[in-house]
């Protein structure tokens, strides 16, 4: 059971300075980036180049099906993770700046065939190098890999808050929520996705379409587009539409929203004092449009919310909110990604297998970022092969995963096979 929290003023404060030095190493953290020269209007030129021609979701699930069949045991339950590069080589310590794929990263990623990876600005120095990487780290996969980021514009741009990569840099959510219109939101989505991809990206992890309802919000900040859930809907799906119109997948984030509480979950236990009313009328509106509008990623939380659960269990590992709720009443039909799993208010009360596990049992198709991938790993297997977990609800998890890769063209649509992915790399690649 979670520890009891007072939210007092000293714990905001201490919240607040505990956010400069924990926020920026996880995986859905703020970043300060470079505070030059912010692009308010997106090249008409790169607007025209984003729209590119998908695989329609019914022949991508076809696809996917007949690939699943190929497939080990060992190969599906990789592809439930998505890893920092520190996870598959810890040589050099827990945040070391790797910014090349080394020979014992590209062993782990054969050797476990992982989902994909996420990238930090630590990971991020310039153009050519982050290329290269990303192409490096695919040649390696068995079965092509999400390459991930949080690039949502304003504070959290691990790419256009570089100035060396020379992509279009936005103001704060916040001010784009205040002063422009969906239009503009929608052709940021487009820019955003067009240079993400130029450098070998496939899934954003944005837009956040929490509403933000608390001004003592620490963790979103001026990352919500504001606090009219309507207004919040209409920019999220316009974000959605247009950063897909590029085939880069957009992740609606944080289920099922976090906009109302006063603690961080980077680093504490959060619970927010929300009824299921209050959801419904404010925090699922802007979810509820970005799903309609296509989205193929939904994160989940790890704050709890005990007037709907009766539970002080995080979100992410909660059956009721992902499968009832996200599921089932809103009708999400693509991946459920988990928020980080390095974050305190998971690591304080589980260790990373119990996590992992929890968070796959309670509706999870990848998880993000466990403090040991190779312990979570091997729990998932062993569930599997023990019969506590049926391989009907592993190959649920890897089909939707495996639609969003052939509809997003990460997996070539005549590739049937991992055996024959590996000699396709060169077809996943983005152009240089």
């Known amino acids: 059971m979670f520890r009891k929290k007072i939210n007092s003023t000293y714990g905001i404060i201490k919240a607040a300075v505990s956010l400069l030095l924990v926020i920026s190493l996880t995986g859905c953290s703020l970043s300060g980036g470079d505070k030059k020269a912010e692009n308010t209007k997106a090249p008409a030129s790169t607007v025209k180049q984003a729209e590119v021609k998908t695989l329609s979701k019914e022949d991508a699930f076809a696809k996917a099906a007949q690939y699943l069949k190929n497939m080990s045991v060992e190969q599906k339950v990789g592809q439930l993770f998505v890893v920092n590069l ?32 996420i990238m930090f600005s630590r990971n991020i120095g310039k153009r050519k190098q982050t290329k290269k990487l ?10 092509p890999a999400f390459v991930t980021v949080d690039e949502e514009g304003g504070e959290v741009a691990r790419i256009a808050g570089n100035p060396d990569m020379k992509t279009t840099k936005y103001p704060s959510m916040e001010d784009v929520g205040k002063k422009k219109d969906a239009d503009y939101v929608n052709n940021m989505g487009k820019t955003i996705g067009y240079d993400i991809k130029k450098l070998g990206f496939n899934v954003d992890f944005a837009p956040v379409a929490d509403v933000k309802t608390s001004n003592l919000n620490l963790e979103i900040g001026s990352r919500s587009f504001g606090k009219d859930p309507n207004k919040v809907a209409e920019l999220v799906e316009a974000f959605v539409k247009g950063i897909q119109s590029t085939n880069v997948s957009a992740t609606l984030k944080h289920f099922p929203g976090q906009g109302s509480s006063k603690g961080d979950t980077h680093i504490e236990n959060v619970n ?32 709890s919310v005990s007037r709907v659960t009766e539970t002080a269990q995080p979100a992410s590992m909660s059956e009721l909110i992902m499968k009832t709720i996200l599921r089932e009443e809103l009708g999400f039909e693509g991946v459920i990604i988990t928020d980080a799993m390095d974050m305190a208010s998971i690591t304080d009360e589980y260790s990373s297998e119990e996590a992992a596990l929890g968070a796959f049992e309670a509706g999870a198709d990848i998880i993000l970022m466990p403090t040991d991938f190779e312990e979570a790993y091997k729990n998932i297997l062993s569930a599997v092969e023990s019969g506590e977990i049926g391989m009907d609800r592993l190959d649920e998890s890897v089909q939707r995963i495996l639609t969003v890769k052939f509809m997003r063209g990460i997996i070539p649509e005549n590739v049937d096979s991992p055996v024959q992915a590996a000699t396709a790399q060169a077809v996943t690649t983005t152009p240089q």
């Open 86 to 117: 520190e996870q598959l080589d810890s040589s050099k310590g827990s945040y070391y700046e790797w910014k090349k794929c080394s020979k014992k990263m590209k062993e782990a990623i054969k050797k476990n065939c992982i989902g994909g990876v």
């Open 272 to 303: 927010i004092d929300s009824s299921i009313a209050a959801l419904r009328k404010v925090d699922f509106v802007p979810f509820e449009k970005g799903i309609k509008a296509g989205a193929d990623f939904v994160m989940v939380s790890h704050i």
């Open 134 to 143: 990303i192409k490096e780290i695919q040649k390696a996969a068995d079965i």
